[in-house]
């Protein structure tokens, strides 16, 4: 089955400081696989997504993830948090090909950014 | 240009009435999307139209909830008598087709609690 796993559930980081966002998906080939950001009260608003080629993507707001194939994971990354970064963050999984657009999305990790 | 518009943003009712959500897409995307959001979970596909026929209903819990799509464009969501376990945002997203090369964009999401 098709699954997308975060394992953090909150994370709490200083402005400044580097941030890491694990995700691991579960799914029978390479899929696509998104970064969302939510603020409260907001929509879902995409970060940056991988389909294929280079392994690190870059984002907006300066996030980049790295796809690696032999571990399954997507890890969401930035090198200094800013304290409008905190948010609620969802990796999302999308069924290759064909018309199934459906997202599977993750739990989430909810950040936070100390002063 | 204007984003996926949702109405209204937040509702309270008592179990077993009724409701209604509004949904209107980004102009001239052809698919919509209706997800369920419970607290402290991702988001889950209800139903996916293209135009205004449907794509993947498979996890719409038909027996109390309903959607549609008219004219292609518009879009309601409606649960019938709803239950506790119905309180969650209900987010609508549409996009240019339902190719998984095609951004979904979020609107805000409308609260639903049920009491």
Redesign the interface.
């Known amino acids: 089955a098709q699954s ?1 796993t975060q394992p953090d559930i909150h994370i709490t980081v200083s402005e400044g400081a580097s941030l890491e966002l694990r995700c691991n998906y579960s799914y029978g080939a390479t899929p ?1 696989l998104f970064w ?1 950001v939510q603020s409260p ?6 970060l940056l ?1 991988y ?1 294929s080629g280079d392994t690190l993507v870059q984002g907006i707001k300066g996030f980049e993830a790295e796809f690696k194939r032999s571990q399954s994971s997507f890890n969401l990354r930035k090198p200094s948090v800013h304290w409008s970064d905190a948010a609620e963050y ?1 990796c ?1 999984l ?10 599977i ?4 990790t909810k950040l936070s950014v100390k002063p | 240009e204007a984003g996926v518009a949702q109405s209204p943003r937040y509702k309270i009712i008592e179990k077993r009435q009724s409701v209604a959500f509004w949904c209107n897409p980004i102009s001239g995307h052809a698919t919509l999307y209706w997800y369920q959001q419970i607290l402290g979970q991702g988001p889950k596909l209800l139903i996916q139209f293209q135009n205004n026929g449907v794509v993947d209903d498979s996890q719409l819990p038909k027996d109390r909830f309903s959607a549609e799509r008219l004219k292609g464009v518009d879009s309601t969501l409606k649960i019938q008598p709803a239950k506790l376990e119905d309180s969650a945002v209900y987010l609508c997203a549409s996009s240019l087709g339902p190719l998984t090369n095609y951004e979904q964009y979020f609107g805000p999401g409308t609260r639903l609690t049920v009491t």
């Not at chain 1, 009260?41 to 995409?46: H, I, K, N, V, W």
């Not at chain 1, 999308?94 to 997202?103: E, R, V």
């Not at chain 1, 999305?105 to 989430?108: I, L, N, Q, S, T």
């Open positions: 997308v696509y969302y009260g907001q929509g879902l608003q995409l997504k389909f969802f999302a999308q069924p290759y090909g064909g018309s199934q657009g459906n997202l999305f993750g739990k989430g």
